[in-house]
């Protein structure tokens, strides 16, 4: 690769991808920490005969006999008021049209709450079979980034939209929730373009820059509303995504014949690992353009055993990351910035179990040391067995604020796994209708998102009792979907895939076509692949080429 190269094309696209995914995962939940700045504090709670504002307040009983003490200020725990803050352009519209400023927040249940933070799941399941189909047909660059881009310019009008009705608001989360579908299915698309089978795993962590949108987000969405005021979150995500979008026009290419930076042995080695060097741009199209085996794909048992294990992933990390924020300020008492930081930590602990899970699951189908379904039932097993254990010892904490804390970071950690099980199952049955794949099981298991906070609602969020049986509800779930993809998942690529390609299972036929292509090309002998695991990489060069 030429010295003036900075990095390879796949580096640059798991880079772009990984921040459109927090770009994506950004959208979907500033409301989810905006809303507890957002409501009006409650004043009726009690433990016992003892008023307090937060589940797990207990007076300090040992301060009875020292009458200058007095109980701790519930001020310092609590976000109570705007006062002090600086005022945003929707505050000043407000005092300039003399209409009411909601400065002790707004009147909404926990009801109408919930409908607020499911409402961007609605219609979420609408576009999730399109994405794949749209990204097949027009490209994973045109759908993936106007689904992200249009859902933060939607989040220019929600402030002003709060202030008008919240079912105004509901309208906009619900219209984001229709056009960030798009996003997921679309990118499964172009990472069967791109990558590799044996570095599908790794690419697939880039997904998981949505862990990072909200393990950075929530924290800086915290200190946003403390210091300013919460309008300022959505004018942040509005811009934040726009300066994101322009990089992903320059820079992003649907696929290695159309990037016209991409150096030539780069290309090659991808083309004929993917087995599709002998077709050009138009080979591509037309192949894109072949009917889709709806039949097949929806009678597939690999497939179904996909879709539950993602159902139970999904159930367990939308409540986990929906109602985080709310919880610890319910239950324990946080301030808005520590509810942030709180809600965040898991996320980041997620996304760096998710790169060295993906290593070891590589690590294993490279030497060989596991069947491709073999890891994928290991990564399966860990983002919902696992995961629903910690979230049912989460249940039992009670109002141990460590306990509480340790376990909902265990839990939200493990599902990283994720990227090593279904999600990188779902490319491996069948990389040439990945993102149909994607669509089909988002179009399903999107449903958590919506039904989840529709049950907290009608449960109550306000006590350690009710948040018990939140999360006892989560983790039988992710136990039950787990075991059941434990039993009978099936990671090989199926015959429906293709009906003139040869049915591969671990990819090494293709990733040896593709070094074999490489080693035939004078002009590429410096970044030739060693295929034999055993062997140390030759140089620098090549180790950029074969990692993302």
Same mark, same amino acid.
């Given at each position: 690769?030429?010295?003036?190269?900075?990095?390879?094309?796949?580096?640059?696209?798991?880079?772009?991808?990984?921040?459109?995914?927090?770009?994506?995962?950004?959208?979907?939940?500033?409301? @989810?920490?905006?809303?507890?700045?957002? /409501?009006?504090?409650?004043?009726?709670?009690?433990? +016992? #005969?003892?008023?307090?504002?937060?589940?797990?307040?207990?007076?300090?009983?040992?301060?009875?006999?020292?009458?200058?003490?007095?109980?701790?200020?519930? &001020?310092?725990?609590?976000?109570?008021?705007?006062?002090?803050?600086?005022?945003?352009?929707?505050?000043?519209?407000?005092?300039?049209?003399?209409?009411?400023?909601?400065? *002790?927040?707004? *009147?909404? @249940?926990?009801?109408?709450?919930?409908?607020?933070?499911?409402?961007?799941? %609605?219609?979420?399941?609408?576009? #999730?079979?399109?994405?794949?189909?749209?990204?097949?047909?027009?490209?994973?660059?045109?759908?993936?980034?106007?689904?992200?881009?249009? $859902?933060?310019?939607?989040?220019?009008?929600?402030?002003?939209?709060?202030?008008?009705?919240?079912?105004?608001?509901?309208?906009?989360?619900?219209?984001?929730?229709?056009?960030?579908?798009?996003?997921?299915?679309?990118?499964?698309?172009?990472?069967?373009?791109?990558?590799?089978?044996? &570095?599908?795993?790794?690419?697939?962590?880039?997904?998981? $820059?949505?862990?990072?949108?909200?393990?950075?987000?929530?924290?800086?969405?915290?200190?946003?509303?403390?210091?300013?005021?919460?309008?300022?979150?959505?004018?942040?995500?509005?811009?934040?995504?726009?300066?994101?979008?322009?990089? %992903?026009?320059?820079?992003?290419?649907?696929?290695?014949? &159309?990037?016209?930076?991409?150096?030539?042995?780069?290309?090659?080695?991808?083309?004929?690992?993917?087995?599709?060097?002998?077709?050009?741009?138009?080979?591509?199209?037309?192949?894109?353009?072949?009917?889709?085996?709806?039949? #097949?794909?929806?009678?597939?048992?690999?497939?179904?055993?996909?879709?539950?294990?993602?159902?139970?992933? /999904?159930?367990?990390?939308?409540?986990?990351?929906?109602?985080?924020?709310?919880?610890?300020?319910?239950?324990?008492?946080?301030?808005?910035?520590?509810?942030?930081?709180?809600?965040?930590?898991?996320?980041?602990?997620?996304?760096?179990?998710?790169?060295?899970?993906?290593?070891?699951?590589?690590?294993?189908?490279?030497?060989?040391?596991?069947?491709?379904?073999?890891?994928?039932?290991?990564?399966?097993?860990?983002?919902?067995?696992?995961?629903?254990?910690?979230?049912?010892?989460?249940? @039992?904490?009670?109002?141990?604020?460590?306990?509480?804390?340790?376990?909902?970071?265990?839990?939200?950690?493990?599902?990283?796994?994720?990227?090593?099980?279904?999600?990188?199952?779902?490319?491996?049955?069948?990389?040439?209708?990945?993102?149909?794949?994607?669509?089909?099981? +988002?179009?399903?298991?999107?449903?958590?998102?919506?039904?989840?906070?529709?049950?907290?609602?009608?449960? $109550?969020?306000?006590?350690?009792?009710? %948040?018990?049986? /939140?999360?006892?509800?989560?983790?039988?779930?992710?136990?039950?979907?787990?075991?059941?993809?434990?039993?009978?998942? *099936?990671?090989?690529?199926?015959?429906?895939?293709?009906?003139?390609?040869?049915?591969?299972?671990?990819?090494?036929?293709?990733?040896? &076509? $593709?070094? #074999?292509?490489? @080693?035939?090309?004078?002009?590429?002998?410096?970044?030739?692949?060693?295929?034999?695991?055993?062997?140390?990489?030759?140089?620098?060069?090549?180790?950029?080429?074969?990692?993302?």
């Amino acid at each position: 690769m030429a010295k003036d190269e900075p990095m390879s094309a796949r580096t640059t696209l798991w880079y772009l991808v990984f921040v459109g995914f927090a770009v994506n995962y950004m959208i979907r939940i500033n409301t @989810n920490i905006t809303i507890v700045a957002m /409501i009006k504090q409650s004043e009726t709670e009690f433990v +016992g #005969q003892t008023k307090v504002d937060y589940a797990c307040y207990v007076a300090n009983d040992s301060i009875t006999s020292e009458p200058d003490q007095s109980p701790p200020s519930l &001020e310092h725990s609590l976000l109570r008021s705007r006062e002090g803050k600086i005022i945003s352009p929707e505050q000043l519209l407000l005092r300039l049209l003399k209409l009411d400023l909601q400065e *002790d927040g707004f *009147d909404w @249940n926990d009801y109408q709450q919930g409908i607020i933070l499911g409402a961007f799941y %609605w219609l979420h399941w609408i576009t #999730q079979i399109p994405g794949g189909i749209l990204a097949r047909r027009y490209g994973t660059k045109l759908v993936f980034g106007a689904s992200n881009v249009i $859902g933060c310019w939607l989040c220019f009008l929600m402030p002003i939209a709060s202030y008008w009705d919240y079912r105004i608001l509901v309208f906009l989360r619900v219209v984001q929730g229709l056009i960030c579908g798009l996003a997921w299915p679309a990118m499964h698309h172009m990472a069967g373009q791109w990558i590799p089978p044996n &570095e599908r795993s790794k690419f697939v962590t880039a997904y998981l $820059g949505s862990s990072i949108g909200v393990a950075l987000n929530f924290p800086l969405f915290g200190f946003i509303i403390a210091h300013t005021s919460w309008e300022y979150v959505y004018h942040f995500c509005g811009i934040f995504g726009t300066v994101w979008y322009v990089a %992903w026009l320059y820079l992003v290419y649907d696929s290695p014949s &159309e990037h016209p930076r991409i150096h030539p042995a780069e290309r090659k080695f991808i083309e004929s690992s993917l087995g599709i060097s002998d077709h050009g741009t138009q080979g591509k199209r037309e192949q894109d353009m072949a009917p889709t085996p709806w039949k #097949q794909i929806i009678l597939s048992k690999p497939m179904w055993m996909t879709v539950i294990a993602q159902w139970g992933g /999904i159930w367990g990390l939308f409540t986990l990351m929906t109602q985080a924020p709310t919880y610890f300020n319910n239950v324990h008492g946080w301030n808005i910035e520590m509810t942030g930081l709180l809600s965040g930590i898991p996320h980041l602990c997620r996304m760096l179990f998710a790169y060295v899970f993906s290593i070891i699951g590589d690590h294993l189908l490279k030497h060989e040391l596991m069947s491709r379904t073999g890891v994928r039932k290991m990564g399966g097993t860990m983002c919902c067995v696992v995961n629903g254990i910690f979230v049912f010892a989460l249940a @039992n904490s009670g109002c141990n604020s460590l306990m509480a804390t340790i376990f909902l970071t265990l839990a939200t950690t493990v599902h990283g796994a994720v990227s090593t099980g279904p999600l990188a199952n779902l490319v491996d049955m069948s990389p040439r209708y990945a993102g149909i794949l994607l669509g089909f099981s +988002g179009m399903i298991t999107v449903i958590p998102g919506f039904v989840s906070p529709i049950i907290v609602g009608m449960v $109550g969020n306000h006590t350690v009792e009710q %948040w018990r049986i /939140i999360f006892l509800i989560t983790s039988a779930t992710l136990i039950v979907c787990g075991l059941l993809y434990m039993a009978f998942a *099936d990671s090989s690529q199926q015959a429906w895939n293709s009906a003139d390609v040869p049915v591969i299972d671990d990819g090494k036929a293709e990733e040896l &076509e $593709g070094l #074999q292509a490489l @080693n035939n090309d004078p002009s590429s002998r410096n970044i030739v692949l060693e295929l034999d695991s055993t062997k140390e990489p030759k140089t620098d060069e090549m180790i950029r080429l074969s990692s993302v």
